[in-house]
């Protein structure tokens, strides 16, 4: 199969819905996030993908799940509304945190680092799933309705 397509999989928004902490994180989501996660401190498998870019990223030899870490995307397949995958975002020195993309069985599919200012300022929302749409009632509307109550 296409690795184009392949890496790009989980972008497709008829077959995954994606969320982001800064944008839209329903806590069902979340607690699903939470439950496909490994425990910390077990050794996590890493990818092809991973260990081709280990080197010119300056990426560690083997990792395992970190400790203390923040949910910051998750990838969840429409069909079976499962988590795909999801990306936690650890401290690993004072210089500078570790993001980490795991799959289902809990492989390192990829991994960057992330200065601990990074405020997501590239963040594309569009890839993502938005928050539901409030509608604002006027004074005169709501008026209407408390009296139909």
């Known amino acids: ?16 819905s994606r969320y982001h902490k800064d944008i839209y994180m329903p806590e069902a ?3 699903a996030a939470e439950h496909f996660l490994p425990h910390a ?7 092809v993908h991973y260990h081709k870019v280990r080197a ?14 923040h949910i910051i995307d998750v990838t969840v397949f429409k069909a079976a509304n499962a988590v795909f ?6 401290p690993w020195n004072r210089d500078v945190d570790i993001g980490l993309v795991l799959e ?8 960057f680092w992330v200065s601990p200012g990074n405020g997501h300022e590239t963040l594309d ?6 928050p539901p749409v409030v509608e604002e009632l006027s004074d005169n509307e709501t008026k209407v309705l408390e009296g139909i109550e």
Do not use: W
Request: glycine share 4%; aromatic share 10%; hydrophobic share 40%.
């Open 1 to 16: 199969m296409n690795d184009l397509l392949l890496g790009s999989e989980h972008k497709n928004k008829t077959l995954y």
């Open 29 to 31: 989501v979340l607690k």
């Open 85 to 90: 995958r999801v990306l936690v975002r650890a």
């Open 41 to 47: 401190g077990e050794p996590l498998p890493l990818s």
């Open 56 to 69: 010119a990223r300056k990426l560690p030899k083997s990792i395992y799940m970190p400790y203390a870490y």
């Open 125 to 130: 929302k569009a890839l993502y799933e938005q």
């Open 104 to 111: 289902g069985d809990f492989e390192i599919v990829t991994a």
